[in-house]
């Protein structure tokens, strides 16, 4: 109850919390449902993390990376320094090997790519030059291969290749209109998105086309969803809580 999770990855059957005030991880097997402190040692002020089920990749002071072995014992190292890219940046995501930063500051993406020298790259400027998208006031940041974002009233922004491809949804009675949370990855065919201020889930084809919605009072002060399709589960954190949802 003393753990305030602030951000939330899913992995197999093992979802990660992070606590970035007390700078901590916990692991629960929704199977078990059994909790288990990750300890990741010196890893500065955690502000997001990834998680890929072999590593964990927090964006603090730069990006560490923390690896976990079977008895869930870790090793961390910082893997990027801070620069221009990351200092500021909110979130940060992987897609393959790659590591992909938003930075709303400087309204843009970028992406470290493995060098073969080993560790990674430079940071790459992810969006094309031409692009003029405003990314003042977005709320959350998903990788499949492309890239989404939603903002501050509720629109959900595609991005393929460094440009902004159209998206639409339909058939849904009630458009967003409020702050969203956008969650999808490249094992899931749908996206789910999360709008607490109309306490609802909304499942929706990457097409557009809208599938599901669900409501629930529970879900005005939720902060963070994952989904895994396979179990047919959506997972929606709210400070020291998670409520699990049946597809």
């Given amino acids: 109850s003393d753990f305030l999770a602030s951000r939330i990855a899913f992995s197999d059957q093992t979802l990660l919390f992070l606590d970035t005030g007390k700078k901590k991880l916990l692991s629960l097997d929704v199977t078990k449902k059994q909790p288990l402190d990750i300890p990741i040692g010196d890893v500065g002020q955690a502000k997001d993390f990834s998680y890929d089920s072999k590593n964990i990749f927090v964006l603090s002071n730069g990006i560490y990376q923390v690896n976990i072995g079977q008895s869930l014992a870790t090793a961390s190292a910082q893997i990027k ?3 221009d890219a990351n200092r500021d940046a909110q979130y940060i995501r992987t897609y393959g090997k790659n590591i992909y930063i938003f930075n709303k500051s400087k309204s843009n993406i970028y992406r470290y790519a493995p060098s073969d020298a080993g560790g990674y790259s430079a940071p790459i400027t992810w969006l094309r030059p031409d692009q003029r998208a405003d990314l003042s006031t977005v709320s959350s940041f998903a990788v499949d291969g492309d890239i989404w974002v939603t903002n501050q009233n509720g629109k959900i922004h595609r991005f393929s290749a460094g ?13 967003f209109t409020t702050p969203t949370l956008l969650f999808t990855n490249e094992n899931l065919s749908n996206i789910y998105v999360l ?22 009072d529970n879900l005005a002060t939720a902060t963070a969803l994952v989904a895994n399709e396979q179990l047919q589960k959506i997972y929606v954190l709210s400070g020291s809580l998670v409520y699990e949802i049946s597809l």
């Fill in 163 to 175: 440009q902004e491809v159209p998206f639409v949804s339909m058939g849904l009675k009630d458009d």
């Fill in 81 to 83: 320094t801070e620069d």
């Fill in 195 to 216: 709008e607490p201020q109309k306490n609802r889930v909304v499942v929706l084809k990457k097409t557009g086309e809208f599938l599901n919605e669900i409501k629930s």
